[in-house]
């Protein structure tokens, strides 16, 4: 991972002066001091396809981004580019993709290719966006095996207000309505020091588990990694290959006490994990949420990393998405596309800054990658020049350093995607190919890819990405999203177009 960069605000007013109301900050309140640390992320360059024809990167199926850029903005505040991780803006949605039917096949791949919304209006026929869904295998009741849960709860004084320990009290409640009678859990606690308030339990022993959690208090220093030991011991305590060994880790991220350095606890938890213990990190709070840890933390886990900013969060996350964070289907889950060079002159991945990888890590299972939940999904969009078209990389002076010179089938594949993954606790990677087809190209794009879309341009001009063309404002992504809503059951998308109207009319932001 690349150094943090820190989200500063200078003369912003102390935590305590902070209005709250249930676990918001009300509009025009003072914000609080602001540390905050993400994970320094530039965006994703254009490449000639003469000279870089492959793109690899490990899936990422987090929604932290999301949950937190809301937050931002419902604080009347622009998120810093770094915060704005727009693949987890993307993945934050169900788009219905076709699913598999077994568990030997996990994953079903869907694409389409449609005309770029957002490039400008002299390059529009030529630009387009390959759009790759990749949907997993959702298990069935009798195929989730028993999940061995512990929760590794942060009770430092940085936890002490609504948004953070209280918050993530309601949240494990949550879990705990979740679990049945095969199901443990135990609950971990660290401030200056670590303990344990609940030794391994059955998942029917409910009113044990929740005056557990009712137990924590928030006061003193932040000793994370030994925490961290503790959850660990726990875990091993009623581990077992036919059950979900999985750490639980609710936290600011704030460590303070003991070893702090980003890069001595991801060589932790990855040593952990090759024991057959994951982790989790769901994140709470605000000024001083260090995002860039707890990122390399659940990376390091083969967990997921999720942002907490209210209870509608946590409803969400530990309502119907719980299955998807617990019951895993797939890990080390990499992506790989090949791109045709007599069909593409250029190319650009949307998003996935933090997850590029080397061409020849694809085929390397000693690569860690990231792991995927059961019936969860993941997105992926390149946007793309066809050979001919208006490339923005300037032609070459020497014939045989020119886009298009040399191989491929000009009537060909658009490119090729293969998708790696291993068994759940496996060592050794199966392939999935599919070769990407432009059949879709002109067609009346699916409500899938058209969502997809006003996603990443929201995304997109929040980080003040420079593809972007300069008329493609806020009203023409509001106008992308509102024309994709389709059928919204838990209102999902409208909370989005009010997102994007909020973005649109924060008073610091320059009109587009």
């Known amino acids: 991972m690349r150094p943090a960069v820190v989200a500063a605000a200078p003369g912003q007013a102390p935590l305590n002066a ?62 810093p580019a770094d915060a704005v991780r727009v693949e987890e803006l993307i993945n934050a949605f169900d788009y219905g993709y076709a699913r598999p039917t077994s568990l030997a096949r996990p994953f079903a791949i869907t694409t389409a290719v449609v005309a770029s919304p957002w490039a400008p209006r002299t390059e529009r026929g030529g630009r387009q966006i390959v759009h790759i869904g990749l949907q997993g295998y959702e298990l069935p009741q009798g195929e989730q095996r028993p999940l061995n849960l512990t929760f590794l709860v942060d009770v430092s004084g940085s936890m002490r207000s609504p948004d953070k320990l209280d918050l993530a009290k309601q949240a494990m409640n949550l879990a705990i309505d979740r679990l049945r009678p095969q199901d443990t859990l135990s609950v971990t606690y660290y401030a200056e020091g670590a303990g344990t308030t609940l030794q391994p339990t059955p998942g029917d022993q409910k009113l044990k588990m929740r005056c557990a959690v009712a137990s924590l208090r928030a006061s003193g220093g932040t000793a994370g990694a030994t925490g961290m030991t503790n959850a660990y011991d726990q875990a091993q305590a009623s581990f077992a290959r036919d059950k979900v060994n999985r750490i639980l880790m609710f936290t600011d991220g704030d460590f303070n006490v003991g070893v702090t350095d980003n890069k001595r606890l991801e060589d932790y938890v990855a040593e952990k994990r090759g024991t057959g213990v994951y982790l989790s990190v769901y994140g709470f709070g605000r000024g001083n949420y260090q995002d860039a840890r707890m990122q390399t933390i659940a990376q390091a886990g083969n967990g997921v990393a999720a942002y907490v900013g209210d209870l509608r969060d946590a409803r969400r996350l530990f309502g119907p998405m719980f299955d998807k964070g617990a019951f895993p289907i797939a890990d080390d889950v990499k992506i790989q596309v090949e791109f045709n060079p007599a069909r593409v002159a250029e190319w650009r991945l949307i998003g996935y800054e933090t997850r590029l990888l080397n061409e020849a890590d694809f085929a390397n299972d000693r690569i860690d990658a990231g792991e995927v939940g059961s019936g969860a999904s993941v997105t992926a969009l390149y946007e793309i020049t066809p050979v001919g078209g208006p490339t923005q990389v300037p032609e070459r002076r020497y ?27 496996g060592s050794r990677s199966d392939l999935i190919q599919q070769p990407l ?43 992308q999203a509102q024309g994709a809503r389709g059928e919204d059951p838990w209102g999902d998308r409208a909370e989005f177009v009010q997102l994007v109207r909020a973005a649109r009319d924060l008073p610091e932001r320059r009109a587009p």
């Open 18 to 79: 902070v209005v709250v109301t249930g676990s918001r900050i009300m509009p025009g309140a003072p914000a609080p001091s602001d540390t905050e640390t993400y994970p320094d992320a530039t965006p994703n360059p254009v490449k000639r396809t003469a000279d870089q024809p492959v793109s690899t990167f490990s899936i990422d199926v987090d929604t932290a981004a999301y949950s937190n850029v809301r937050r931002f903005i419902d604080e009347g505040r622009s998120p």
């Open 399 to 425: 014939p045989d350093n020119r886009i298009g010179v040399g191989g491929g089938d000009p009537n060909g594949e658009i490119g090729f995607i293969q998708v790696r993954y291993k068994q759940p606790g």
């Open 437 to 479: 087809t432009s059949r879709a190209a002109g067609a009346q794009p699916p409500e899938a890819t058209r969502w997809a879309l006003a996603v990443a341009a929201f995304g997109q001009k929040l980080r003040n990405d420079p593809w972007m063309s300069a008329d493609y404002g806020w009203d023409q992504v509001l106008a």
